[in-house]
């Protein structure tokens, strides 16, 4: 799995899994390990180029969680963010299916759609529909709201609404469910998804999972 600011709350989850032996996280730097967990092998290049080429192949991964993504300020441009976003992406999971893998969990994002006019959910959209088109066993995909939590980038547009939902949450998470799902919740999500997946628990195909069953995931 490649990691960000999300994927550190899916890696955190990975590890302190009981059905997980393993994990193999891609990372620019080194990686956090705070419980020191023999299950952790990083894959840590500053060439995000070289990823795909240093798949694990030989592992034979049955799950491969993707929260990759950038913004377009940290990436500099939208022509640079697709690569990261939609490119990347996409290189990794086609490595993941070419390496065996039957599981795909992207975390993507509630409005996106290929045929969208605004470049972020177009980019996300397009990246759904070429995933699906792979042909994963299993192919889910989790569609949150605004991303609640702490980040360390965030979308200059998303700032005070981000805010503003941090502030409606302390008073009670109902009213920010439907529109804003905490970043661990999102990940337990994820993770209570494709384990679900790899130990024969949903029927195979694709599965789009919405706000509220994130939600009810990421609860259980």
Request: aromatic letters at 6%.
């Amino acid at each position: 799995m490649p990691t960000s600011p999300q994927g550190s709350h899916i890696l955190s989850q990975l590890l302190a899994h009981p059905a997980v032996a393993s994990v193999y996280a891609y990372s620019r730097r080194e990686l956090v390990n705070p419980t020191a967990s023999v299950k952790l092998t990083p894959i840590t290049s500053t060439d995000t180029a070289e990823w795909p080429s240093l798949f694990p192949r030989e592992m034979k991964p049955r799950v491969f969680w993707s929260a990759l993504g950038t913004t377009k300020a940290s990436a500099g441009s939208i022509e640079a963010q697709r690569k990261i976003d939609l490119d990347l992406n996409l290189e990794l999971a086609r490595a993941a299916k070419d390496a065996g893998a039957e599981t795909y969990v992207l975390i993507s994002t509630a409005n996106a759609s290929a045929t969208a006019y605004l470049a972020y959910p177009k980019m996300k959209g397009e990246l759904e529909e070429a995933v699906k088109a792979l042909g994963f066993k299993h192919t889910v995909i989790l569609r949150p709201g605004l991303i609640v939590g702490d980040r360390n980038e965030s979308r200059p547009a998303e700032a005070a609404v981000r805010s503003l939902a941090k502030g409606l949450r302390c008073l009670t998470p109902a009213l920010t469910n439907f529109w804003a799902q905490d970043a661990s919740v999102i990940a337990r999500a994820a993770v209570s998804a494709g384990v679900m997946c790899s130990e024969g628990k949903k029927d195979a195909g694709i599965w789009i999972v919405n706000q509220a069953e994130i939600v009810a995931l990421g609860k259980a």
